[in-house]
């Protein structure tokens, strides 16, 4: 029987799945109706983006397993790299 995220990957192809990485930052600001949650992974560059309806505790310092995919976001006229989260969990 296949996974939750083996389910998401083979319908999804742009989908990427990674297992227990460590949170370096984790903030959270009101947009709206939506909390929208920015967390930076260690040894990745780019910021891993999410909006819930509700605010989190900290992931600060926590192992997350997490479903993505890349995407690109225009600041002050500049592409950036981001990473739109779908699914993630505490390892």
């Known amino acids: 029987m296949k996974s939750p995220v083996d389910k998401l990957l083979t319908k999804h192809e742009n989908l990427i799945h990674s297992d227990g990485k460590k949170v370096l930052s984790h903030t959270q600001r009101d947009d709206g109706e939506w909390v929208l949650h920015t967390l930076m992974i260690e ?3 780019a910021p891993f983006k999410f909006r819930r309806t509700k605010r989190y505790r900290t992931l ?8 993505y995919y890349p995407d690109s ?14 699914r993630i969990k505490l390892h």
């Open 43 to 45: 040894d990745c560059d």
């Open 60 to 67: 600060k310092g926590q192992q997350v397993n997490l479903t």
């Open 73 to 86: 976001e225009k600041v002050a006229g500049f592409e950036i790299e981001v990473m739109r989260v779908v």
